[in-house]
T-cell receptor, first 111, second 117 residues
Framework: SQQGEEDPQALSIQEGENATMNCSYK?????LQWYRQNSGRGLVHLIL?????REKHSGRLRVTLDTSKKSSSLLITASRAADTASYFC???????????FGTGTRLTIIP | DTGVSQDPRHKITKRGQNVTFRCDPI?????LYWYRQTLGQGPEFLTY????????KSRLLSDRFSAERPKGSFSTLEIQRTEQGDSAMYLC???????????????FGAGTRLSVL
C-alpha cells in the first residue's frame, strides 16, 4: 500500500506562474525523490533530496524537506505548458530497498 | 536508445488467460524493479531483483504472479489465470546500486498496459 499523501490532488495554473506540490510520508527515510509522469508513460526522475538535506535546487525546481514534520514540497517556477504532467514523491526508506510512491499531483499548465 | 524498454506496450487478454511481459533494463544496472499502477494512483511495488536474485516480493504479488531474471539481464513478469482486477499499467525500473549510501535513482520504462476483458 502507498504510504505517501500528496496535496493537492490536482492543480491548474496559468503558464508562467509557480506551482507548489506537497508530500507527506510516514516512515524514516534515507532520501526522498520526485518523479514526473506524462499521461500513459513511464516515470522520469526529477530530483533527490537526502534525509540530512533541507533544500535542493535543479534548474526551475526547488525541493524542501522537513524530516520533523515528515513532509516535502516541490516548487516549479515559471511554469511552461510542457510541465503538464503528474508529479509523484517517493520515499526510499532506511533498510528497505524499494521506493514507496505517493498518490500524485496532476498539474495542468494553461497556456 | 539505451533506456529501459518494455514489451509489449499494450496487452488485451481474456479473463483466465496467461500473459507474460518483458523488461530490458539499462545494461549496467544491477537492480530491476516491477511496479503496478492503476488509474489515478502512484506505482505500487511488486518485486525486485539484484542481479539474478529475487530479493523481495510484495504481498500484492499473489501466487498467480511470477517474475524471473534468469541471467541478471532482462526480466519477465508472468500472470497466470488473469482476472479483471489485474488490469493495470505494469512498470519496470532499473537502478545501479553499489554501496549502502547509493541513492537508488530508478529509471523507468514506458510500461505495459494490461486490459483483462
Amino acid at each position: 500500500s502507498q504510504q505517501g499523501e500528496e496535496d493537492p490532488q490536482a492543480l491548474s495554473i496559468q503558464e508562467g506562474e509557480n506551482a507548489t506540490m506537497n508530500c507527506s510520508y510516514k516512515t524514516s527515510i534515507n532520501n526522498l525523490q520526485w518523479y514526473r509522469q506524462n499521461s500513459g508513460r513511464g516515470l522520469v526522475h526529477l530530483i533527490l533530496i537526502r534525509s540530512n538535506e533541507r533544500e535542493k535546487h535543479s534548474g526551475r525546481l526547488r525541493v524542501t524537506l522537513d524530516t520533523s514534520k515528515k513532509s516535502s514540497s516541490l516548487l516549479i517556477t515559471a511554469s511552461r505548458a510542457a510541465d503538464t504532467a503528474s508529479y509523484f514523491c517517493a520515499q526510499f526508506e532506511r533498510g528497505n530497498e524499494k521506493l514507496t510512491f505517493g498518490t500524485g499531483t496532476r498539474l495542468t499548465i494553461i497556456p | 536508445d539505451t533506456g529501459v524498454s518494455q514489451d509489449p506496450r499494450h496487452k488485451i487478454t481474456k479473463r483466465g488467460q496467461n500473459v507474460t511481459f518483458r523488461c530490458d533494463p539499462i545494461s549496467e544496472h544491477n537492480r530491476l524493479y516491477w511496479y503496478r499502477q492503476t488509474l489515478g494512483q502512484g506505482p505500487e511495488f511488486l518485486t525486485y531483483f539484484q542481479n539474478e536474485a529475487q530479493l523481495e516480493k510484495s504481498r500484492l504479488l499473489s501466487d498467480r504472479f511470477s517474475a524471473e531474471r534468469p541471467k541478471g539481464s532482462f526480466s519477465t513478469l508472468e500472470i497466470q489465470r488473469t482476472e479483471q482486477g489485474d488490469s493495470a499499467m505494469y512498470l519496470c525500473a532499473s537502478s545501479l546500486v553499489q554501496t549502502e549510501r547509493a541513492k537508488n535513482i530508478q529509471y523507468f520504462g514506458a510500461g505495459t498496459r494490461l486490459s483483462v476483458l
